[in-house]
């Protein structure tokens, strides 16, 4: 199958998939199986001979529903997305912040999502959900229409690279400091050096204080160019 009929048969698949299809052998039982195999095992174990397998099939009975493993790693993980935060009524900078928030709490609930490679812009009905609910607030903010979705992608890839980091790190708290403390110099390292002394470089594996720092600088940046 070329590349275009593939992206051709996957966009039909995610829209054409009803939430309502219960059966096991059909698209909807399909990848609501193979997420829960991602969910217990990682991505890796998911493949169509394996969920088939869970289902009770053969490998040949789910290429009659969905043609390969790309479209099903596709599905899943826009199903497994769900729907955006419900919008508050409040002011945009709230609106941003509690769907980064509800963007990391789906991101740690379904880490191997974060192992799916992004090929493309948003094409799924959830994923375009979530798109429409950054842009929606961003826009409401008096940004320039032209750099709504640069926006909109910066804040989102942020989220999901530190939710990335946050699923993968493994905290190496003073030991850090103490194995840079060898090879760090303040000729060298002047501003690694300082950080040093303040107990700055201890590593506590916790990322999302970082990821609030930066969505709070940004959006208060925002606020100075749009006023």
Known sequence: MSADKSAAATFRL?????????????????????????????LGAVSMQRVAGELGYTAMALYR????????????????QGNPPVESGKEWRTEILNWADAAWDFYLAHPWILRVATTGAPTGPNELAW??????PL??????????VATAMFISSAVRDLARIATEIVPSGSDYGNLLAQVIRPDRFPTLASLMTSGAMEDDGDVRPAL???LNLILDGLTTHTS
């Open 14 to 42: 995610l829209w054409e998939t009803k939430e309502s299809a219960r059966s096991s052998l059909s698209v909807g039982g399909i990848v609501e199986a193979a997420i829960a195999l991602a969910d217990a095992e990682g």
């Open 65 to 80: 529903h969905v043609p390969g493993k790309d479209q099903l790693v596709a599905l899943m993980a826009d199903r497994a």
């Open 131 to 136: 798109f429409e609910a950054l842009l929606r």
């Open 139 to 148: 826009a409401q903010s008096g940004l320039a229409t032209e750099n709504l």
């Open 212 to 214: 609030d720092f930066g």
